[in-house]
């Protein structure tokens, strides 16, 4: 199977910046596009930002020049550098990537845990 473990999360106030990243795991013979969505409660959960394998990126309305995604593929690791943290920014942030476990495998959408974000004004 397939493992995606986040961290990073905190507690920050308004102004500071924070930095997640997502380790993924176990079975893995490709990974194509990573992201991070998030959920704020009583809200559906969004996209933030997405890398592909590539390095081509897509960014949030809400969080472009504010927000930096990378990836290391060496690691198939992802990172969410988040600078000028706003409380609209408070949210359980989780971590997705679409990996193929073997060569002829399907690719599947997996998700992490999920890491607390919270930002006081």
């Known amino acids: 199977q397939v493992q995606l473990v986040e961290s990073g999360g905190g507690l920050v106030q308004a102004g500071g910046s924070l930095r997640l990243s997502c380790a993924a795991s176990?079975?893995?013979?490709?990974?194509?596009?990573m992201g991070w969505y998030r959920q704020a409660p009583g809200k559906q959960r969004e996209l933030v930002a997405t890398?592909?394998?590539?390095?081509?990126?897509n960014y949030a309305d809400s969080v472009k020049g504010r927000f930096t995604i990378s990836r290391d593929n060496a690691k198939n690791t992802v990172y969410l550098q988040m600078n000028v943290l706003k409380p609209e920014d408070t949210a359980v942030y989780y971590c997705?990537?679409?990996?193929?476990?073997?060569?002829?495998?399907?690719?599947?959408?997996?998700w992490g845990q999920g890491t607390q974000v919270t930002v006081s004004s």
């Open positions: 997705n990537a679409y990996v193929r476990r073997y060569s002829n495998d399907y690719v599947g959408s997996y």
């Open positions: 176990g079975s893995i013979f490709s990974i194509n596009s």
């Open positions: 890398i592909r394998s590539g390095g081509t990126t």
